[in-house]
């Protein structure tokens, strides 16, 4: 194996330096090994969820829906610009618990909604 830490975005371990950044072969995401030192050396186990954006997202917090999403089921669509308040974070793919207006309860990837 590498002496490299694996991918942070896919934990591949076929990462690379590359200069003053560390490479993943199989996604292409670049990062420096200080970001994974500061994130080491920090609270391994606090959950930081963010938004389309990159901003932290926390229980309790407002979000905007950025795009038109199917939901199975029904034969309409969560709309873009729908505001889903009082979210809760949890762990998995789909890491927000949330109720939407008009659907009921659900979880929603963190990919698709920006902090209101």
């Not at 590498?2 to 670049?30: A, N, R, V």
């Not at 009082?86 to 789909?94: K, Q």
Request: net charge negative; aromatic share 6%; proline share 5%.
């Amino acid at each position: 194996m590498s002496e490299f830490p694996p991918c942070p975005k896919c934990k591949s371990p076929y990462t690379y330096d590359s200069g003053s950044l560390l490479t993943c072969p199989e996604c292409g995401h670049e990062w420096s090994a200080e970001e994974v030192k500061a994130e080491e050396s920090g609270a391994n186990d606090a959950q930081v969820v963010r938004d389309s954006n990159g901003a932290i997202l926390q229980d309790g917090d407002t979000v905007v829906v950025i795009k038109d999403l199917p939901v199975k089921g029904y034969s309409k669509n969560i709309k873009a610009g729908t505001k889903v308040k009082n979210i809760r974070l949890t762990d998995g793919d789909h890491n927000i618990d949330c109720k939407v207006e008009g659907f009921g309860a659900m979880a929603l990837k963190s990919i698709f909604v920006k902090k209101a």
